[in-house]
């Protein structure tokens, strides 16, 4: 196993994998971030997303790019209807933490419910076949689907850091993190950040989720495990760190194809949750590593202010 | 001429109606005997679980629309398990302690050995019409199969592997759970006794949706077959293994006896190899009859050889309540217990002869199956 073509091609397929894990926590972070919410609602979203695919592509054989287009289209739609008819009132009655919880959590199982009466609990895929092209790359294989989930993937984080970094609106998404009374104050429209951040999540959980289910089976109750993973990543990467938790993503993931060479592969999936447990124990901001970057640009400041 | 027939005709029929529904009609009038079932009718299972209802449905009708067991209509009461062991226990007290259900059918290992303990606590026989993990032979006095249990089909394909395909050296799969590690550990054992070696051991989580590990670790053994022995996941393994460029001989069990494997795989599946305990429509009339029935539902069911299994275990209800009826007992467990042990030999529409012997288990053909040009033909029969 320690065969360096084998250790690439855990390495390969490990990253290839992660793609729609990142896609998924990158969501999460992001409206964790905005609006302060540890949305479960983006199980249900995930739900919506890849039955919409199923449905138009499989029942009324819409071309890929149209169904794709009709999920996105579906989804952002009911995270805007979520945001205004019943986040946005929650916030307005001052609810506790714990309410918006459960009122997600509570809107995924109704999603999940709607959906097993609809469509049954049969795992299904995207496309009718779980195929994909393959072609061996000095003795890694590399199929179509691990290339076009990376570029997805890769394609989709740019635009959100080139959206927030470099747009008004992504700017303002991050004063509204920031403090999003003060943000008013500045005439910055906190209900349009919180608007396009779920809009954002919700193009980003479709590419996950086109990803994940021309991959894999999905039923109705799979969602709500991917937001578990999701939040997993979350928690490692340090709450607020958008960017540091689609890391912590990779790394996890990773981390996962890796212990093949030590564990028995059973074990796996308990491994995530080992390092949850770790994580939230030792480091509850988050595994240091990724806080390391962030405060080393502060220090020349903190330098300047004590020679003053 | 023509009025006269016309009258007789006009006579004739609603004589020949009331004939016909004499026997539903006296069955109507009994006390029903209720029998329960234990499925999955939700979660990922759900797709084999709905088409066992739906068979059972179809031969308690059939049974009914013959007269009902004695004259007493069969009514079946069915609770959803998701096939989690968790649920089942509570679905299983429910059937016992609120609708005294004397006799239980249920299929998933996990599930069979979670109702095991209740059923004979209860003294309720549980009769296993689907699962096939070898310990449910040892799971007590009260809990029988009428499927066979890997040891039939997964022995006979781990012999027919080895000496009949000349496979050396095999790579064994299998989801963590109670179907595949009982099956795995049997195919191991068997091909090693045979003379085989087994270069790679290795189960993954019943989740889990990558398997590059777990089949670069098999590889590694460089192995002449791979047996999966998995559940709903078995198209994404193969898949990825065939995309890891690995194009070793694969085989399963009669899980993999589905048409979705193909449509899922399409070329990837061919050569697959997989085993089947039911005869063919070509084999037997009555199944082409079941498949009728399927016709009239709209499609082709999940896992027919399984939903053969599902009328017969029904049939063989039937039997047993009849015989405690004629011998005057009350329908209790117990007495469901000695009718079946009584009748012992039952002779079934779908699968044929069935004998239950003292050691909880049963002997069927193996039907084996491979894939060629997207359809499973006929391999061989193993007695």
Redesign the interface.
């Given at each position: 196993?320690t065969?360096p073509v084998?250790l690439l091609?855990?390495l390969w397929?490990?990253i290839a994998?992660s793609s729609y894990f990142v896609l998924f926590t990158v969501a999460f972070a992001l409206t964790l971030k905005v609006e302060k919410l540890w949305n479960f609602a983006q199980a249900g979203l995930m739900g919506i997303a890849f039955y919409t695919m199923f449905y138009t592509l499989n029942a009324v054989h819409w071309p890929p790019w149209l169904g794709v287009g009709a999920a996105v289209v579906l989804t952002a739609a009911v995270s805007i209807a979520v945001e205004v008819w019943a986040i946005a009132v929650l916030r307005r009655r001052h609810s506790s933490g714990l309410i918006f919880f459960i009122f997600t959590l509570i809107f995924s199982q109704l999603v999940a419910f709607v959906l097993?009466l609809m469509f049954?609990?049969?795992?299904e895929?995207i496309f009718?076949?779980?195929?994909?092209p393959?072609r061996?790359v000095g003795g890694v294989?590399m199929?179509d689907w691990d290339l076009q989930a990376l570029g997805v993937t890769v394609v989709l984080l740019a635009v959100l850091y080139w959206l927030i970094r470099h747009t008004r609106d992504g700017q303002f998404m991050l004063a509204v993190a920031d403090n999003d009374k003060l943000a008013e104050i500045y005439g910055i429209s906190a209900k349009r950040a919180y608007l396009l951040s779920g809009i954002i999540a919700a193009v980003l959980i479709c590419a996950g989720v086109y990803l994940?289910g021309t991959?894999?089976?999905v039923?109705p109750?799979v969602p709500i495990?991917l937001v578990l993973t999701a939040v997993i990543a979350t928690l490692v990467g340090g709450l607020g760190r958008i960017f540091s938790a689609a890391i912590a993503a990779v790394g996890l993931a990773l981390l996962q194809?890796f212990?093949?060479l030590f564990i028995?592969?059973?074990?796996?999936?308990l491994l995530l949750y080992f390092v949850l447990f770790f994580a939230l124990v030792l480091f509850p901001r988050g595994i240091p590593v990724w806080r390391i970057r962030r405060a080393k640009p502060l220090a020349p400041i903190a330098v300047a202010q004590a020679g003053d | 001429m023509t009025a006269s027939i016309g009258r007789r005709t006009a006579l004739s029929l609603p004589l020949a109606a009331l004939a016909v529904s004499a026997g539903r009609a006296r069955a109507q009038q009994k006390e029903a005997f209720r029998f329960g079932a234990l499925m999955p009718t939700t979660g990922p299972e759900a797709g084999y679980g709905l088409d066992f209802v739906k068979t059972y449905e179809m031969a308690v009708k059939d049974i009914n629309d013959k007269g009902g067991v004695n004259g007493h209509p069969l009514e079946m009461l069915v609770l959803d398990t998701q096939a989690k062991p968790e649920i089942a226990i509570n679905a299983a007290n429910k059937l016992i302690d609120v609708d005294k259900v004397p006799l239980i059918i249920t299929a998933w290992s996990s599930v069979v050995k979670a109702a095991a303990p209740i059923g004979n606590r209860t003294k309720t026989l549980e009769l296993n019409m689907g699962a096939n993990s070898p310990d449910i032979a040892n799971l007590g006095d009260y809990v029988y199969t009428v499927f066979p249990l890997a040891e039939v089909d997964v022995t006979a394909l781990a012999k027919y592997t080895y000496a009949k395909l000349g496979k050396k050296r095999a790579a064994v799969l299998y989801i963590n759970n109670d179907t595949g590690i009982g099956g795995a550990k049997i195919y191991r054992d068997v091909f090693t006794a045979a003379g085989g070696e087994v270069v790679a051991f290795e189960g993954y989580d019943p989740k889990a949706t990558d398997f590059t590990g777990v089949l670069l670790k098999a590889r590694v053994g460089n192995p002449d077959v791979v047996h999966i022995h998995g559940l709903s996941e078995l198209p994404q393994v193969i898949a990825q293994m065939r995309q890891l460029g690995m194009q070793q001989q694969i085989t399963s069990y009669s899980a993999g006896y589905n048409p979705k494997i193909l449509s899922q795989l399409g070329p990837a599946a061919e050569g697959l190899i997989v085993t089947s305990l039911a005869p063919t429509s070509a084999a037997n009339p009555n199944v082409a009859k079941l498949l009728e029935l399927w016709k009239q539902v709209g499609r082709f069911p999940n896992g027919l050889p399984y939903l053969q299994y599902a009328w017969d275990s029904t049939v063989v209800v039937a039997q047993i309540y009849g015989w405690v009826d004629k011998n005057g007992l009350p329908l209790t467990g117990e007495n469901c217990r000695k009718a079946l042990l009584a009748i012992r030999e039952f002779d079934l529409p779908m699968t044929g002869k069935l004998v239950i012997r003292d050691d909880h288990r049963i002997d069927k053909p193996v039907y084996l199956y491979v894939v060629k040009d997207n359809k499973f033909v006929l391999l061989d029969t193993v007695a």
């Open positions: 196993m065969d084998i091609q855990i397929t490990g994998m097993t049954g609990t049969e795992p895929t009718p076949s779980v195929m994909s393959v061996i294989a199929s994940y991959r894999a089976g039923t109750d495990g194809s212990s093949i028995p592969a059973k074990w796996q999936a | -």
